[in-house]
DNA sequence: GTGAAAGCGCTAACAC
DNA sequence: GTGTTAGCGCTTTCAC
């Protein structure tokens, strides 16, 4: 059973293909029993027509390009829920491509996706190490357009951003305000951009509540629960005193919480925790997380909308818009790991 | 800049666009200077074909059709996974397409899929209510293989599941093993079809024990965690002696191990607990999570090698293949939520 | 070895 | 209102 195309629907009706384009494309200038009989056929023959013949002809595909990595943890995959539920309201549909090493570099990625003619593409793979240097040369000899998520701002090209540096300061902040005074972080890979910000932004706190950001305080993670536990460990040793950590996500707190439990600190009274994320699992922690939310669908859906500003625009004039940055505010979220009752 | 095309190459390289494609497509019969020349301006002009009109002309696009549901959630971002690393593996990107509502009917999405035209198509959606009611009679005239992932066994389609039963039946079983009697369950929503075979392997496991698989054993829950502690008070009311809970989720069993925690109940001296999934963090849970776990990843997978199986055989021969129904056995994993110390 | 012609399924531009 | 022509970018005949 090989599908029925334009032609046979043409030939069904009576008509030209030209006319049973312009009753698919609810053009005017089809005669109401034209359209009548053309609309039955296509019903008949269970007829649909070709999206990428349509491509082809329209020098569009309503389809963008998506980039991912690891999308089976909580920050990609909800991020990419956001993408598509924004890409879907807006008419486009996704094409998805999921990188295995996050390092590497995108160049052969990119031209794969164009090679489908997709109207544009999200770069939802993080900033890590140098695997961005590729775009800007890249890009700016390429058509179509690209949103970069979390990578430092860069002024040639369009980036929606959390405001990580910001939610890290919100973290440590807090619990400065909760008395506590050794405040040890637990971050995620160095080289990611992310982590750097959220490192920066812990140090921002403690440097502007007059304490230093000593490096006996940090531990290197890798986002992952064992990681936040050795962590704590570790932080133990290089600092006894420390009174409250700031781990870089909610895995890596639960990590610590796990730790604390069998080193026989008692949180929050002997220990503050606070992680980022938010992971919906959090309040039932015990005890329950505080953390930086972030809103990850939100990331997602302004990418799409940004990214379709972009597809626009280029449609419209030949004018080139300019690349915008966007920044996301992340949101503290006070739990039961950082506040003593009573205090 | 507009893309340059094979006819910019044919020229630029003075010959024809077939032996460009010849190139392309390193067929034989190309002299090697003229092949050389080629390429030099196809890299010169960093020319990449377009994949959509090779579609066009081939029939075949390589592109799979994936159709999912809630993919910021556990189970469908790892089969996503899954599917996407096999695929990757074996030529063939996605497209994406996620629903909204789980209980709606697939002919659309299908017919999207189709005209993009897809090689195949993996129906990651779960089989809730009778959103699968389309599925026979559209498929029988459709021209595009689907391979359906969690979903009851239907001769005429291709399906491929976790048997859930089996989990529901290795966790109950072993609570029983630890002694206990009144063994509730917390079940996801019922109209979900994993759900009920979760029920069924608890309700096997009862009756292979001689037990009854009381109604006040039994309580609804939604997947969530807030539904599991709920759940367990519930539970409580309907059957105080409970002494185990088999959680039909990591993230319920989670509430179930908070609820406990505020009412006094000691894990795993008074209650017992198992969940299902086995998410990075249960080993990190406070007690950690026993667990029935189920390998998605290779879900995923093996609906992709599935599919390209059916995709294949319908190029090679223009035989049927008969649709397989294929089964994955999940994996019993004993954490400190299920068993007293030197019981 | 290479090229010319025809066609994949559809739409834009222009007739009539 | 409707049909004809041409073309999107590529591949598949089939010549030469």
Same sequence: chains 1, 2.
């Avoid at 491509?55 to 569009?60: A, D, Y």
């Avoid at 996706?113 to 109207?119: A, E, G, N």
Wanted: glycine fraction near 8%.
């Amino acid at each position: 059973m090989t599908k029925a195309t334009i032609r046979d629907v043409a030939a069904a009706a009576g008509v030209s293909r030209q006319t049973v384009s312009r009753v698919l494309n609810d053009k005017p200038d089809v005669a109401k029993e034209t359209r009548q009989r053309v609309l039955e056929v296509i019903d008949r023959f269970g007829y649909r027509p070709s999206s990428i013949a349509r491509s082809l002809t329209q020098g569009r595909s309503c389809t963008l390009g998506v980039v991912s990595y690891g999308v089976q943890y909580f920050g990609p995959s909800h991020t990419l829920a956001g993408i598509q539920h924004q890409a879907s309201e807006m008419g486009y549909t996704l094409h998805l491509s999921l990188v295995r090493q996050p390092a590497e570099s995108g160049v052969q990625i990119l031209h794969d996706l164009i090679s489908y003619h997709v109207d544009g593409i999200i770069w939802a793979v993080s900033e890590i190490g140098n695997n961005r240097g590729w775009a800007e040369e890249e890009l700016c000899r390429s058509s179509v357009p690209v949103v970069f998520l979390d990578m430092r701002p860069c002024p040639n090209l369009p980036v929606v951003n959390i405001e990580n540096r910001v939610g890290g300061y919100l973290a440590t902040k807090h619990l400065f305000d909760q008395g506590r005074r050794k405040i040890g972080l637990i971050t995620g890979p160095l080289d990611w951009w992310s982590a750097q910000e959220r490192r920066a932004g812990w140090s921002d706190a403690l440097q502007g509540a007059g304490l230093t950001a000593d490096d006996f305080l940090i531990v290197e993670g890798t986002w992952s629960a064992a990681s936040g536990e050795r962590g704590f460990r570790r932080l133990l040793e290089q600092c006894p005193g420390v009174d409250a950590v700031f781990a870089c996500n909610d895995q890596m707190a639960l990590g610590v919480l796990k730790a604390a439990r069998e080193l026989g600190r008692r949180v929050p009274e002997d220990l503050a925790v606070v992680g980022f994320d938010d992971v919906p699992e959090a309040p039932f922690f015990c005890p329950s997380l505080s953390t930086v939310r972030q809103d990850l669908s939100e990331l997602g859906r302004s990418a799409v909308r940004e990214l379709v500003r972009l597809i626009e625009a280029k449609q419209q004039d030949e004018a080139q818009v300019e690349p915008r940055t966007i920044l996301l505010q992340p949101e503290l979220i006070v739990r039961g790991s950082s506040v003593v009752p009573g205090w």
